[in-house]
């Protein structure tokens, strides 16, 4: 029997957060791969970021605004 001071918890398993941060870590890494085959093979080779990209950068973020509030794992 329950009185007014029980308090009843369930916890979730953690495996459903961390399968989402391992599919996350999985499609970074086959990307990362992905963009190291393309500079490698590449007949330009790799290019060099440069002040014009970051001021084409900076043009394409003016005005945008981050929302910061943390979502929690996996969001």
Do not use: I, K
């Given at each position: 029997?329950l009185?007014d001071?029980t308090l009843l918890?369930r916890?979730?398993p953690?495996?459903?957060q961390?399968s989402?941060?391992e599919?996350?870590?999985?499609?970074?890494?086959?990307f990362?791969?992905?963009l190291?085959?393309q500079a490698l093979?590449?007949?330009?080779g790799?290019?060099?970021?440069n002040e014009?990209?970051?001021?084409?950068?900076?043009d394409?973020?003016a005005?945008?605004?981050?929302?910061?509030?943390?979502?929690?794992?996996?969001?």
């Amino acid at each position: 029997m329950l009185d007014d001071n029980t308090l009843l918890l369930r916890l979730e398993p953690p495996q459903q957060q961390q399968s989402e941060v391992e599919d996350d870590s999985l499609m970074l890494g086959l990307f990362l791969d992905f963009l190291s085959r393309q500079a490698l093979t590449s007949d330009q080779g790799p290019v060099l970021y440069n002040e014009a990209m970051a001021a084409e950068d900076d043009d394409l973020l003016a005005g945008v605004v981050l929302d910061t509030a943390e979502e929690g794992p996996g969001a």
